[in-house]
């Protein structure tokens, strides 16, 4: 049989469905409540100074409410529900208008919870589904929606959104440090052969590849059509300078490429990959792959919300080469998908077929060698760029090898040329010609017969894409090549004759009555400081600054100076000529090939400086 139900048991299952239903509906029941009090005070007033007025809607009371409603959250905090009642307080006594106290207490609510009856219930899901046009209710919540309409208006456009079907991380993998494969777990080495897979001693790289192609069509989606310049990939015009990247060598080659093709218009992109330890003196480190579309205007291309996120790397210890080259891997297949034409909607009107081509790689030396997968910059073909062997030599000028038996005498590797000097340039072609040598038992030696491969550690992923070449297409980056390299330079003694430490304070205060330009966006400062200024503050020092260096520097040195002064304005400059920047690639070759200094100093971030106008 059926337990009996008894009268008890109906108000106790009644009282507490009730009181769900309040704890939940709690404040829209209320706020319905005032509105209902408000209109009844509206109707009041109207019918005592306008007879006529005998039917009015509620969309008509809440208009007339909405007048004095609080537009931001400072004044929504100071709102007072009474004061409409305040205002009109003398008029409606007058009648004997009686108002309820809509502030209610914790007996009141007690007690409401306990007498909802169905009807109300559905009063109060009614509320919620409420399509008034205006509702005077403000939330008095700082940082969220003024009232609940406006709260209503954002839920309402949430919910019409169409909803993102693609998760923005694609994949994710993890790579054991040790024996550098692919693990399934991410907590340890799944591989049997390996000695992390008992003892792990640090966790695999964890890294996630990001949806590239949701990340482009919002970015092309969120932006202006006249901000996406495609002009120059249908002019039939022949330019002779440079203003941006699209008269470019390479990217004129993608232009002719696609001259007969139906879908011709494309986007380009540029990447960085770079690395930063988690905290100081850790070998924990995080890497990102990032990308910029370069046929975005200047003002917003590097802006951050503008930025592409290829994938992300965490990992315990820097990766290596083979790790590096397994994550371009996943990059790369996306990449190549992108490279046939896609539909892609430009702002909110328009539309376009666009393909989509990474045609440069901008990096720090370090990371350059881990994705070019060369040898290290201090290599002995440590160059990027081009071929050229370096050679060991003591890093003190007058030291001799093994000066005690407690002293050891340090090496640094220097790379000095000549004039007419011209190494072999890297390039993919360069790379497969090496590569069959080697597979079919030739064998490079050096001076000392020790077998080489022109630096050439093996594959670069990246070059499997259309218009990424093994040398050209890795760009030389002022930051650490030329302002905190080539002209930050601390290291020579104070007895050689181009030492400029004993003139310092002269030459700060020379340089502190320099006026520089209203556009300079940081004047450097006190040179005293040099070794923790800031790249851009050694960029105004160079260009804008040099001259105060000729009371200072032998005539020789200075000269010498100029010359990087004045091919990096060129280099700087927002139009290039052929003609200036064939004055550039010449000022810069001297500035290496007739180095004055001692040829210690020809060291990496020298060298590369000779590669410059080639970027």
Aim: glycine content about 2%; charged content about 25%.
């Amino acid at each position: 049989m059926r337990p009996k139900i008894t009268s008890l048991k109906k108000k106790e299952t009644a009282k507490r469905k009730n009181h769900e239903h309040y704890v939940t509906h709690k404040h829209e029941i209320l706020a319905k409540r005032n509105i209902q009090t408000l209109e009844l005070t509206y109707l009041q007033i109207l019918n005592r100074n306008e007879c006529e007025t005998k039917d009015l809607k509620i969309n008509e009371a809440f208009n007339y409410l909405s007048i004095n409603e609080t537009t931001n959250n400072t004044n929504a905090e100071l709102f007072d529900d009474s004061d409409f009642m305040d205002k009109y307080a003398a008029d409606i006594e007058e009648d004997g208008i009686a108002f309820e106290d809509i502030h209610e207490n914790e007996y009141e609510e007690e007690t409401i919870e306990d007498t909802l009856t169905e009807q109300q219930m559905e009063f109060g899901n009614e509320f919620i589904n409420m399509e008034a046009s205006a509702i005077p209710i403000p939330l008095k919540v700082p940082h969220v929606p003024e009232s609940w309409y406006k709260l209503k208006q954002v839920i309402k456009r949430t919910e019409e959104a169409p909803q993102v079907e693609k998760q923005i991380i694609d994949s994710t993998s993890y790579f054991c440090p040790e024996c550098e494969q692919e693990s399934l777990d991410p907590n340890k080495c799944t591989n049997f052969n390996c000695s992390y897979y008992s003892n792990t001693l640090i966790p695999p790289h964890t890294f996630m590849v990001m949806n590239i192609q949701q990340q482009i069509e919002y970015i092309l989606k969120s932006i202006d059509r006249n901000d996406l310049q495609l002009l120059a990939q249908t002019s039939t015009e022949s330019t002779t300078s440079m203003t941006d990247i699209y008269q470019g060598r390479v990217y004129k080659n993608i232009v002719n490429s696609l001259r007969d093709e139906h879908h011709k218009f494309f986007i380009s992109l540029t990447c960085n990959i770079d690395g930063v330890a988690v905290y100081t003196s850790s070998e924990q480190s995080m890497w990102t792959f990032t990308a910029c579309i370069n046929e975005l205007n200047r003002s917003i291309r590097f802006n951050v919300e503008k930025i592409i996120v290829l994938a992300i790397s965490v990992g315990g210890k820097k990766p290596s080469r083979l790790i590096m080259q397994k994550m371009l891997i996943p990059i790369v297949s996306r990449l190549k998908q992108l490279q046939k034409p896609i539909l892609y909607q430009i702002s909110d009107t328009s539309y376009e077929i666009l393909r989509v081509y990474l045609i440069a790689i901008s990096n720090d030396k370090p990371a350059n060698s881990m994705v070019q997968n060369q040898s290290e910059p201090n290599a002995l073909f440590g160059c990027s760029k081009c071929e050229i062997a370096g050679y060991t030599t003591p890093a003190k000028l007058h030291a001799t090898p093994h000066q005690s038996a407690k002293i050891a005498t340090t090496y640094i590797r220097i790379f000095p040329t000549t004039c007419g000097e011209q190494p072999e340039m890297r390039c993919n072609a360069r790379w497969y010609e090496i590569c069959h040598a080697t597979q079919n038992g030739i064998r490079f030696l050096t001076n000392k017969n020790k077998s080489h491969t022109y630096g050439y550690m093996g594959e670069c992923e990246l070059c499997n894409l259309s218009f990424i070449d093994r040398g050209s297409s890795f760009m030389s980056d002022t930051l650490h090549s030329i302002y905190h390299g080539a002209f930050l330079w601390t290291e020579s003694s104070r007895k050689q004759s181009w030492s400029l430490s004993k003139f310092l304070p002269s030459i700060d205060r020379d340089l502190s009555k320099i006026l520089y330009p209203t556009t300079t966006t940081r004047a450097p400062r006190s040179i005293m400081k040099c070794l923790k200024l800031k790249a851009n503050e050694c960029r105004i020092l160079l260009l804008i600054g040099y001259p105060i260096f000729k009371n200072y520097l032998p005539n020789i040195y200075y000269e010498h100076l100029q010359k990087l002064a004045f091919g990096i304005s060129i280099g700087e400059s927002s139009n290039i000529s052929s003609e200036k920047l064939e004055e550039m690639n010449s000022l810069l070759t001297s500035f290496v090939d007739n180095f004055p200094y001692h040829e210690r100093y020809v060291v990496q971030t020298i060298h590369c400086v000779k590669h410059f106008a080639t970027t």
